[in-house]
T-cell receptor, first 116, second 115 residues
Framework: NAGVTQTPKFQVLKTGQSMTLQCAQD?????MSWYRQDPGMGLRLIHY???????DQGEVPNGYNVSRSTTEDFPLRLLSAAPSQTSVYFC???????????????FGEGSRLTVL | DQQVKQNSPSLSVQEGRISILNCDYT??????FLWYKKYPAEGPTFLIS???IKDKNEDGRFTVFLNKSAKHLSLHIVPSQPGDSAVYFC??????????????WGLGTSLAVNP
C-alpha cells in the first residue's frame, strides 16, 4: 500500500545549492505531477508528465527541472535553490482515465523545503 | 486572479451538525469540480467530485451541490464528526485539460468539528 512516496520529507538548503526531490508511485499511474503549496497561494502546478518520456510545464516551472524515464519515478530538480523556493512540495499521480473523470489525484505526504 | 475562491478560511461546527463549505469560481469553462481533504503533515486526499452536467452528487455523509448559473458549489457534511476536522480544498478543471489534469485550486477552508 505504498501509493505515492516522496523523499526527503524535510530538507534545508543554502541559496545556490542544488537538490532533487524524489517521487515514486507503485500504482502504474500514467500521469504524475509536482505541486507547491505556499500560504495564501494554494496549490500550484510546477511540472507534470502524461507518461514516460513526456513532461510539460505547469503554472510555476521556473527554477525546476523534471524528467520521466520510467512510469514509476518523477524526480523534481532544483538547480540553484533560492529562498523563494521555500515551500511544501507535493507529488501526485493519476491513472489513465476515460470519459470525463479527470483530476482524481493521489498525493504523496509532501516534502518541506527551506532555502536559507 | 483567483479563478477558484474559498472565501471562508475557517469554519467551526458542533459534532453532529451540518458543515457547509463553499466555493465560487469565475471560469465558465470549468466543467468538473472536486473536493479534497487534507490533514496536517499529509497530502490531500480526494473526497468527492461533480460534473457540470449534474447539480448534486452524494457519497455517504458528503454531498456536493453545483449551481452553474451562480458559479458556486458547496460541500455538505452531515453529520459532522471530529475526524472531519481538516482543511478542505475545492478544485476545478475544464474538459480541454484532457489528460493534463490541470486542476485549479482554491486556498482551502479549515474545518474544526468540536465534540
Amino acid at each position: 500500500n505504498a501509493g505515492v512516496t516522496q523523499t526527503p520529507k524535510f530538507q534545508v538548503l543554502k541559496t545556490g545549492q542544488s537538490m532533487t526531490l524524489q517521487c515514486a508511485q507503485d500504482m502504474n499511474h500514467e500521469y504524475m505531477s509536482w505541486y507547491r503549496q505556499d500560504p495564501g497561494m494554494g496549490l500550484r502546478l510546477i511540472h507534470y508528465s502524461v507518461g514516460a518520456g513526456i513532461t510539460d510545464q505547469g503554472e510555476v516551472p521556473n527554477g525546476y527541472n523534471v524528467s520521466r524515464s520510467t512510469t514509476e519515478d518523477f524526480p523534481l530538480r532544483l538547480l540553484s535553490a533560492a529562498p523563494s523556493q521555500t515551500s511544501v512540495y507535493f507529488c501526485a499521480s493519476s491513472p489513465r482515465t476515460t470519459g470525463r473523470r479527470t483530476g482524481e489525484l493521489f498525493f504523496g505526504e509532501g516534502s518541506r523545503l527551506t532555502v536559507l | 486572479d483567483q479563478q477558484v475562491k474559498q472565501n471562508s478560511p475557517s469554519l467551526s461546527v458542533q459534532e453532529g451538525r451540518i458543515s457547509i463549505l463553499n466555493c465560487d469560481y469565475t471560469n465558465s469553462m470549468f466543467d468538473y469540480f472536486l473536493w479534497y481533504k487534507k490533514y496536517p503533515a499529509e497530502g490531500p486526499t480526494f473526497l468527492i467530485s461533480i460534473s457540470s452536467i449534474k447539480d448534486k452528487n452524494e457519497d455517504g455523509r458528503f454531498t456536493v451541490f453545483l449551481n452553474k448559473s451562480a458559479k458556486h458549489l458547496s460541500l455538505h457534511i452531515v453529520p459532522s464528526q471530529p475526524g472531519d476536522s481538516a482543511v478542505y480544498f475545492c478544485a476545478a478543471t475544464d474538459y480541454n485539460a484532457g489528460n493534463n489534469r490541470k486542476l485549479i485550486w482554491g486556498l482551502g477552508t479549515s474545518l474544526a468539528v468540536n465534540p
